[in-house]
C-alpha cells in the first residue's frame, strides 16, 4: 500500500532532496492533468518541473478557405496548437497547485522514448504519468523497464499513486531485473 506521503518521503530519500526536477508526461487527457496535480504536490517549491508532450508525428496540413479566412491566426488549426494549448493548460494547472518553476516541451517521437531521453537529459529524480486503471498503461510498463533505478517513476490516476519497484532476479543468463508494481492504495486526490 502507497500512499501520497511514502511516496513523497521515497522520491526525497532517492535523491537526496527535492531538488532534482520532476517530469511528467502530458498529453490533454484527464488522468494526464491529474498527474500534473500530483507532481505539483509532490514537488512543491524545491525544484522544476518539465511538463512533456510526445507527439507520434507531424504531417504538413493542407491549406483550406477557413486557414485564409482567419490568416495571422490559422495557425491555432494546427496539431502544434493543439499541443501548445495542452502545455498550457497543464502548466497553469501546475502552478495553481503550487510549482514554482514550470517549464513545457514538446517533442515528437514515441512517448516512452521521448520521455526516457527527457529524464536522462534533465536529471530528474522522478517520472510521474497518469493512469486511468487500476494497473499502469503500456507506456508506464515499457518506461519502467527503460528508466534507471535512481529515478522513481509514478504512475497516478490522482487519488491511487503505483510507485516502480526493482528487485533483484536470477535467470539461466545471469542477473536481469524484475520490476513489480505494489497493489495500490487509496491515498488524497
Known amino acids: 500500500m502507497t500512499t501520497f506521503r511514502?511516496?513523497?518521503?521515497a522520491t526525497a530519500s532517492s535523491r537526496g532532496r527535492f531538488g532534482h526536477p520532476v517530469v511528467v508526461g502530458v498529453d490533454g487527457g484527464d488522468a494526464s492533468?491529474?498527474?500534473?496535480?500530483v507532481a505539483a504536490r509532490l514537488l512543491g517549491d524545491s525544484?522544476?518541473?518539465?511538463?512533456?508532450?510526445?507527439?507520434?508525428?507531424?504531417?504538413?496540413e493542407a491549406s483550406t478557405a477557413l486557414h485564409d479566412a482567419l490568416k495571422d491566426e490559422?495557425?491555432?488549426?494546427?496539431?502544434?496548437?493543439?499541443?501548445?494549448?495542452?502545455?498550457r493548460t497543464a502548466a497553469e494547472l501546475a502552478r495553481w497547485h503550487g510549482a514554482r518553476t514550470?517549464?513545457?516541451?514538446?517533442?515528437?517521437?514515441?512517448?516512452?522514448?521521448v520521455l526516457h531521453r527527457a529524464a536522462q537529459r534533465i536529471g530528474a529524480g522522478a517520472v510521474v504519468l497518469g493512469g486511468g486503471g487500476a494497473r499502469?498503461?503500456?507506456?508506464?510498463?515499457?518506461?519502467a523497464g527503460r528508466l534507471d533505478d535512481d529515478r522513481t517513476l509514478i504512475v497516478t490516476d490522482g487519488?491511487?499513486?503505483?510507485?516502480?519497484?526493482?528487485?533483484?532476479?536470477?535467470?539461466?543468463?545471469?542477473?536481469?531485473w524484475n520490476l513489480r508494481w505494489p497493489t495500490?492504495?487509496?491515498?488524497?486526490a
Open 136 to 143: 499502469p498503461g503500456w507506456t508506464a510498463r515499457r518506461l
Open 184 to 188: 495500490p492504495a487509496p491515498g488524497p
Open 74 to 87: 490559422s495557425y491555432l488549426l494546427s496539431g502544434q496548437a493543439r499541443v501548445d494549448e495542452c502545455l
Open 102 to 113: 514550470v517549464s513545457t516541451r514538446s517533442e515528437v517521437g514515441d512517448p516512452t522514448a
Open 6 to 9: 511514502e511516496v513523497r518521503d
Open 33 to 37: 492533468l491529474r498527474a500534473v496535480k
Open 159 to 176: 487519488s491511487v499513486h503505483l510507485r516502480r519497484r526493482s528487485g533483484l532476479t536470477e535467470h539461466s543468463r545471469g542477473i536481469g
Open 47 to 60: 525544484g522544476d518541473l518539465i511538463l512533456i508532450c510526445a507527439t507520434r508525428g507531424r504531417r504538413k
